[in-house]
């Protein structure tokens, strides 16, 4: 039986090339191109033997915290060095150049010993030659059992064929159907099939001839609903909670969406087909449960250098005595409103966001801090409206120049509230008019708009 190993390599023109090398001497090989969410790929795939890269950030300190992960890598994790294997290292050490050495280590350490014949029936090539429907109508002719490795601008991936069907592939962090379509549009880089025994996972169902002709209609299709979606470099964001909605793709993107997303990130995102996730994205939009972000509004300048100056000024005068740190202005709103709020923040150049932990109660949080010049800052605190925690709101408001209320959300126990803390209440409406709360532009103008009110400017 083939031994498992996960090799991890950011340089994917190495990575191709060793995987290819491993193959072709018997060993299944799962591939990884950096360390993040190695755990949770490592439980997934369950390797014999893990091999880690020098060129993996910390990789030694990577390698070492595999092995205190007993139960995932059962202690074995090899350290592929450019250099001479060192001894006294914590972790295992060879030579990532000695394929041979790297096979008897792998297999020493699985307790098997290695084969005794190794098929050397590879082949490899350019993309921009041989397209991958090519490769796959190609392979299916001859009934190819092994491993078609793909290295492409965008990441690497694998598709898995026995007796010329495809099986299984992965392309990133996709899988099965959706990393073969995914692939199936890549014209450039570079390709290397290794002839292996059959893989043991089986997700693809269907025939080769099948799957080409179905991923060159969704290519078309794809493409045909991005063209009239026409989003170019803007960015998505919820406008309304996941919640009231009988479409589970939908649900889906409206829970990532309370993040902005731009589409690439969104199809990657969701784990449904792309054609699909276009089609329930173009419902939504249409909806008015997803907004556009211009790309001009990635990051925006709170003021200019000349209104900063004047901005701090103000903000400096409203500092509470009795309360340590700068001013600090409330801003209250439904939970889900507030946290695309949040979202916008990040995008405003003077913006510092906090990094306290994001609690699941709706509680009041720093949500960030405004650089207005050298020596003056303006605290934003959230305050989520939930009538249930109105106890809690003078947490927030105690000390504050303002509070700030979007769509005059907690009515009179919110006008109350401010009443006993002695904090004067704004509404986000009265000063701007109607207002996007995704749009940093729009969250820089009411910043400016509520210290101009606070002040009597």
Not at 39 to 51: A, G, H, N, Q, Y
Not at 313 to 323: K, M, V
Request: contains cysteine; hydrophobic residues 45%.
């Amino acid at each position: 039986m083939s031994r498992k190993v996960l090799l991890v390599e950011p340089d994917l023109d190495a990575l191709a090339s060793l995987a290819s090398r491993l193959r072709s001497r018997g060993l299944t090989v799962a591939l990884a191109d950096s360390a993040d969410g190695l755990t949770e790929r490592t439980r997934s795939i369950k390797p014999d033997v893990i091999l880690l890269s020098h060129r993996v950030p910390d990789a030694a300190t990577v390698a070492g915290h595999l092995e205190v992960e007993s139960e995932i890598s059962r202690g074995r994790c090899l350290l592929l060095v450019d250099g001479e294997p060192t001894a006294d290292s914590s972790v295992l050490q060879v030579r990532a150049s000695d394929v041979e050495a790297v096979v008897k280590r792998v297999y020493a350490l699985s307790s098997r010993p290695p084969p005794t014949q190794v098929t050397r029936d590879d082949f490899r090539g350019d993309l921009r030659k041989l397209g991958v429907a090519d490769l796959l109508q190609l392979l299916a002719m001859n009934r190819r059992t092994g491993t078609l490795t793909l290295t492409v601008p965008s990441g690497a991936g694998e598709v898995r064929l026995v007796d010329g069907d495809v099986v299984d592939a992965v392309f990133r962090r996709l899988e099965a159907e959706k990393a073969l379509y995914r692939l199936l549009r890549e014209s450039q880089g570079a390709f290397a099939f290794t002839s292996g025994p059959a893989a043991s996972v089986r997700r693809i169902t269907l025939s080769s001839n099948a799957l080409l002709m179905e991923g060159m209609r969704l290519i078309d299709e794809v493409q045909r609903r991005r063209q009239d979606l026409a989003l170019d470099d803007d960015a998505l964001v919820a406008t309304s909670p996941p919640g009231g909605i009988g479409d589970e793709v939908g649900r889906r993107l409206l829970q990532t969406l309370l993040a902005p997303h731009t589409l690439d990130e969104l199809l990657d995102a969701v784990a449904a087909p792309d054609h699909v996730i276009l089609e329930s994205l173009a419902g939504l939009l249409e909806a008015g449960r997803v907004r556009r972000l211009p790309k001009g509004a990635v990051r925006v300048a709170l003021a200019d250098s000349e209104q900063l100056a004047i901005l701090g000024a103000l903000a400096n005068r409203l500092r509470s005595r009795g309360y340590v740190g700068p001013a600090r202005i409330v801003l209250a709103a439904d939970p889900n409103r507030l946290t695309a709020l949040s979202h916008a923040l990040r995008r405003i150049a003077q913006a510092i966001p906090s990094d306290e932990p994001h609690e699941t109660l709706p509680l009041p949080r720093r949500l960030a801090t405004i650089r207005l010049g050298d020596s003056a800052e303006l605290d934003l605190v959230g305050l989520p409206v939930v009538d249930a925690l109105s106890p809690l709101w003078g947490l927030a408001l105690g000390g504050s120049a303002a509070a700030v209320r979007i769509a005059a959300c907690g009515g009179r126990m919110m006008e109350e509230a401010c009443s006993v803390a002695g904090v004067a209440l704004l509404d986000a409406e009265a000063l701007l008019g109607d207002l996007d709360e995704t749009d940093p532009t729009q969250i820089s103008a009411l910043v400016r708009a509520t210290l101009d009110a606070v002040s009597g400017g």
